[in-house]
């Protein structure tokens, strides 16, 4: 063996190992992502808030190291409780008290003024996570006298109930979504050793990712929460299984004309190098414009996405080449690729030569069906939902708070603070009562009278309403109309609800400020990469339009037969970042490829020829994104469920439709404009020969 032949076998062995080792090293570190997330109201809090200035006054007035779960019980026929069916309920949670987790006391049982329940308030400690006292409750009240219904509702079990239903993240997500990319590779390369190959880059760059997250959260550096894990997850396993397959497409290519598999590899690599980085930069940005989210939970998911694309484009160009060297052309097994395979394009180029003969026609078709499924966009509600319709499905958390809005003000146990200056206090808690929607509103007091820090008092609201409800966030927005104009109170309004309510605002005033970033910064990243100012704003707003249409659809499906409540104002926010970020990996594979083929056989051929190449790669890699996406649907939360369906969706008109028939007709069309202010050699040649 030469000294060339074995630096050729060397090189990818020595980068196997080392990615061995490195998944080795961070691979158990995904497991371990559970223990370093926060998804209490703290990892979603608005940095600039009314609430959250609030939430920091608060600790001098009132103990916030617990918050309480609401032991509620009541007659199922309506009857009254007899004095057993509320001693049950006291003597089973009352051994808890003073254990860990849960305060030194609890509240006595007390009753509803129709008799015919009870409630009882357990304070939860806040340090940690309450998922193992709310257990430890539940089971204290598992067998209840017969005819007693009991559930345990409030903060502490709302939360308990959420980290319960982020619990598959680590577990059943990643077991759907790598069984989704595996089968759907074996029915693309029909080969079992290939798809292992593929998966295990993906696997690879998931730890990479992981690992640092990890260090990340531990360290306090970004803030971890189920929602960022379980994206970050599904993240990683689309972005490199899509850049494995451009490169594992542009081998075969290469090797139907090239002997030397080796050779062939490297041109592969070579020639889709340039297009996988552009597409991580493009997506990299797009998502750290999250950054300038107001929101905590917006603003950490920037980063932790960055990192996971990150890591998918490390192990895309140095794992994956190395393990395809070192194995060669029996990757594709049975079937090896080689000059006498001839062409795997058949099914594309009857596509393109479909498109290249009425292209007027064919984007005027498609564009036709896109915007009457845009047309519909404007019925989607995303104007928020109450916090007991984040859960799909029955959750004891969302039962109980109903079975205790029948019988009490539904806002005890979950007050609104009122924060005002000692000397208004009074006439501030006057205005309040007389808020429509408020049940009670007392200064805080104890033995030797209102409470008072640094001039400061604090009011103590009981809301009429469900504090979870929409409608109690609308009696959030009157009372802080009403404290406002008390002379001298410069009052500030928090608490659980309020902090509900600035959320939505906040997240609505991130909609509208981050869109148009990700779209200047999508802008920017094409017109560099493809020396052209025409192209990039027809590919970007092709893109915008693939999005109008998923979210058009989405409204018909969500409004109807899925009956949702509605959608939280981050739900279209995050769906447009990862479908304009990600939709744009499609044009750039394609048109990176239309100008490389250009250059040589002018715009006309190029995009046919480009549409021929990479239609396959393209349309496997749509379907892995979206099945992978589709994965998300797996965790019983709402807020998952509709990004999963609009970035499933999304992806596969833009990839079926869009980056199929759409754009190369469009550019059939308009012709070598399309690279304006630029030009291609090959027909700036042509219009020379043209102009003798």
């Known amino acids: 063996m030469t000294s060339s032949r074995l630096a050729c076998t060397l090189v990818p062995a020595v980068l196997v190992l080392i990615w061995l080792g490195v998944a080795g090293a961070t691979g158990p570190l995904a ?9 209490d109201a703290s990892a979603f809090l608005p940095s600039s808030a009314e609430s959250t200035r609030v939430a920091e006054q608060l ?18 026929d309506g009857g009254p409780m007899t004095a057993a069916d509320t001693a049950f309920v006291s003597d089973a949670v009352t051994p808890l008290a003073g254990t860990p987790g849960f305060a030194p006391q ?4 007390i009753g509803a003024a129709d008799g015919a329940a009870v409630q009882l308030f357990v304070p939860v400690s806040t340090d940690g996570k309450p998922k193992e006292q709310i257990g430890k409750l539940r089971d204290a009240l598992a067998n209840p006298p017969p005819g007693v219904a009991v559930a345990v509702t409030g903060p502490a079990a709302q939360a308990a109930d959420l980290s319960n239903a982020f619990a598959g993240i680590d577990g059943v997500l990643l077991l759907v979504a790598g069984a989704v990319v595996l089968a759907i ?25 992981s690992g640092a997250v990890y260090w990340l959260a531990s360290a306090g550096t970004l803030e971890l929460n189920g929602q960022s894990q379980g994206i970050l997850f599904i993240l990683v396993f689309g972005a490199a299984t899509d850049y494995a397959l451009l490169l594992v497409a542009r081998y ?57 694309i990150a890591a998918s484009l490390l192990v895309s160009i140095t794992f994956l080449p190395a393990a395809l060297a070192l194995i060669g052309r029996t990757a594709f097994w049975p079937r090896r690729p080689g000059p006498a395979t001839g062409s795997t394009h058949r099914i594309w180029q009857r596509v393109a030569a479909f498109v290249a003969r009425s292209p007027r026609k064919i984007w005027a078709l498609t564009l036709l069906v896109l915007v009457i499924g845009a047309a519909f966009a404007p019925a989607f509600r995303a104007g928020g939902v109450s916090t007991d319709d984040f859960f799909l499905g029955e959750t004891e958390s969302v039962t109980g ?14 007050p609104t603070w009122v924060i005002t200056d000692d000397a208004a206090a009074v006439r501030t808690a006057e205005r309040v009562r007389a808020v429509d929607g408020v049940a009670a509103a007392e200064i805080l007091a104890a033995a030797s009278g209102p409470v008072t820090h640094d001039g400061r008092q604090a009011i103590q609201v009981t809301l009429s309403d469900d504090p979870n409800s929409l409608a109690a966030q609308d009696t959030v927005v009157r009372i802080r109309n009403a404290v406002s104009s008390v002379p001298g109170a410069d009052a500030e309004v928090g608490g659980a609800t309020a902090v509900d309510l600035d959320t939505r605002t906040t997240a609505e005033r991130d909609r509208n400020v981050i869109i148009p970033i990700v779209l200047a910064v999508v802008l920017a990243v094409l017109v560099v990469l493809l020396r052209s100012l025409l192209a ?6 092709t893109t915008v339009l693939s999005f109008g249409t998923a979210l058009g659809v989405a ?24 479908l304009v970020a990600l939709g744009i990996d499609y044009n750039i594979f394609l048109m990176t490829r239309a100008r490389e083929e250009a250059q040589a056989h002018g715009t006309r051929d190029g995009m046919i020829r480009a549409l021929t190449g990479t239609g396959g790669v393209i349309s496997a890699a749509g379907l892995v994104l979206a099945a992978t996406f589709s994965a998300l649907a797996v965790i019983p939360l709402l807020f998952l469920a509709q990004v999963a369906f609009l970035v499933a969706f999304g992806v596969l008109v833009d990839t079926l439709i869009v980056r199929s028939l759409l754009v190369p007709a469009l550019t059939l069309d308009i012709g070598p404009r399309i690279w304006w202010p630029g030009a291609i050699a090959a027909d700036t040649s042509q219009d020379a020969r043209t102009a003798d």
């Open 31 to 39: 497991g371990k992502l559970s223990t370093v997330t926060t998804d």
């Open 59 to 76: 600790p001098a007035f009132t103990d916030t190291g617990y918050f309480p779960a609401i032991v509620v019980a009541e007659k199922q």
């Open 555 to 578: 409204a018909l499906m969500f409004n109807g037969p899925f009956g949702f409540p509605g959608a939280d104002p981050v739900v279209p926010l995050f769906a447009f970042v990862f």
């Open 106 to 109: 609890f509240s006595p049982a």
């Open 252 to 308: 075969r290519e290469a090797l139907s004309a090239e002997p030397d598999a080796r050779a062939a590899l490297r041109t592969a690599w070579r020639a889709t190098l340039p297009p996988i980085c552009a597409s991580a930069a493009t997506v990299i940005l797009g998502v750290l414009c999250l950054l300038l989210s107001d929101l905590n939970s917006n603003r950490s998911l920037g980063p932790i996405a960055a990192i996971g």
């Open 401 to 414: 708070a109903q079975m205790h809005g029948r019988h009490f003000d539904a806002g005890s146990g979950t």
């Open 536 to 541: 990039p704003l027809i590919l970007l707003a």
């Open 185 to 209: 590779l074996i029915v693309v390369y029909r080969s079992p050793i290939l798809p292992l190959v593929v998966l295990l880059s993906a696997v690879f760059a998931l730890a990479l990712a």
